[in-house]
């Protein structure tokens, strides 16, 4: 909804696709890279009473995590804890008629606030069987599965770059959450480990 | 490389975070007229210890949160627990 916009009424990501289906931007034998692109992206912001939580939850229909660092799921729509006072809630079908109503209906505490973030960052998923020791060239985090489960998210680098990682659901596939201007050099620094990789 | 512990992410490597000077360093009370002296104490003087300093340091690649914690400035062990410095404690 928010991407950039051009005269042929056309739309382009910051990976330069044109379409909402997902596409292979990095492959390998044993690992494929896609971007999901133009992913509804809400950030939110308030304070963690768990009444106003809930409350928030039952409105987005997917449960805001309390605990840190960890993922609420319901079907494709997941909110992301991202600081005691911070979660950033995606959708790759539409969020933006949710968003309308919560800020339309109001009665929420005075400090909420939500913001359309769907353009500040771009959401590639890494697949495949190497896709987690690809991930750990570049990633300081143990990405070992018992110790970032399946419903485990954490911001950290990735070759230098702020990510937002957590696990895709139900499957082996990570999703990396890149801003949008540092997404063509994550994609070359994919490119370039994956060479090294099969050497 | 410096493993720091964020009170809510558990341990990060020193990369994630940026080091935010000595902590415990208290504002003049703004009503207590101080003294030119008190306010360049407060901006520009630290204890600079060989040994035990208490220091901050700020998440900035994770959750963004402050913490605080003692390292040795001689063998940069911490010796200490990070303490939550904002107003939001896990
Ligand atoms: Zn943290």
């Avoid at chain 1, 799921?73 to 809630?89: F, I, K, Q, S």
């Avoid at chain 1, 987690?132 to 060239?137: P, S, Y």
């Avoid at chain 1, 990633?139 to 230098?160: I, K, M, N, S, Y």
């Avoid at chain 2, 020193?14 to 415990?24: P, S, V, W, Y």
């Amino acid at each position: 909804m928010v991407e950039q916009r051009f005269a042929d009424g056309g739309a382009v990501s910051p990976l330069g696709n044109r379409t909402f289906d997902p596409v292979v931007v990095v492959a390998g034998p044993g690992v494929e890279v896609l971007e999901h692109s133009f992913t509804d992206q809400l950030d939110v912001r308030l304070d963690p009473e768990p009444a106003v939580l809930g409350a928030l939850g039952d409105r987005l229909r997917v449960a805001i995590p309390a605990e840190p660092n960890r993922v609420g799921r319901d079907g494709r729509r997941l909110a992301l804890w991202l600081a005691p006072d911070e979660w950033l809630v995606l959708d790759p079908d539409n969020l933006e008629d949710d968003v309308a109503r919560l800020t339309m209906e109001g009665g929420w505490p005075p400090d909420v606030t939500f913001v359309d973030v769907s353009a500040h960052r771009t959401l590639l998923e890494l697949r495949g069987r190497d896709a987690r020791a690809l991930l750990a060239r570049g990633c300081p985090l143990d990405l070992d599965p018992r110790v970032f489960g399946p419903d485990h998210c954490a911001q950290t680098l990735l070759a230098r770059v702020d990510v937002i990682l957590f696990r895709l659901d139900g499957t082996d596939a990570f999703g990396v959450l890149v801003r949008a201007s540092f997404a063509r050099y994550l994609v070359a620094w994919l490119t370039d480990a994956l060479e090294g990789f099969y050497a | 490389m410096l493993l720091i512990s964020c009170p809510w992410c558990g341990p990060r490597e020193e990369i994630e975070f940026r080091n935010g000077g000595e902590a415990g360093v208290a504002a003049p009370e703004p009503d207590a007229e101080p003294t030119t002296d008190e306010i360049s104490g407060f901006l520009f003087f630290r204890s600079n210890p060989k040994g035990s300093f208490h220091e901050r340091w700020n998440h900035s690649h994770g959750c963004r949160r402050w913490v605080s914690l003692t390292r040795s400035t001689i063998t940069h062990e911490i010796e200490s627990e990070s303490q939550p410095t904002g107003r939001f404690r896990p």
